[in-house]
């Protein structure tokens, strides 16, 4: 089994600064990427940040410049780091891996459960 547990999400004012953090845990062979995904009420789940082990990044345009994704591959854990927060950034923050758990298995998907970011104006 495998276990992605986030954590950092909360309350910001426009402007401020959160830090999100995702660990995976459980029987994990490989990660080829990790990244975050977001999900604003009444709109699809879309790509905010993606970090791959070769930590090549891509982030969306919406979020370029503000946000930064990391990944510590000892911890199997990724960050993102999200400055100049706006109203637009509130979602529930997903994070993502692309790993296998054994090594006679393709990648696949997993995900967290999620966790709330909310910016007020």
């Known amino acids: 089994q495998v276990q992605l547990v986030e954590s950092g999400g909360g309350l910001v004012q426009a402007g401020g600064s959160l830090r999100l953090s995702c660990a995976a845990s459980?029987?994990?062979?490989?990660?080829?990427?990790m990244g975050w995904y977001r999900q604003a009420p009444g709109k699809q789940r879309e790509l905010v940040a993606r970090?791959?082990?070769?930590?090549?990044?891509n982030y969306a345009d919406s979020v370029k410049g503000r946000f930064t994704i990391s990944r510590d591959n000892a911890k199997n854990t990724v960050y993102l780091q999200m400055s100049s927060l706006k109203p637009e950034d509130t979602g529930v923050y997903y994070c993502n891996a692309n790993l296998r758990t054994t090594r006679y298995t393709y990648y696949a998907d997993y995900w967290g459960q999620g966790t709330q970011v909310t910016v007020s104006s």
């Open positions: 459980g029987s994990i062979v490989s990660i080829n990427s």
């Open positions: 970090i791959t082990s070769a930590v090549s990044t």
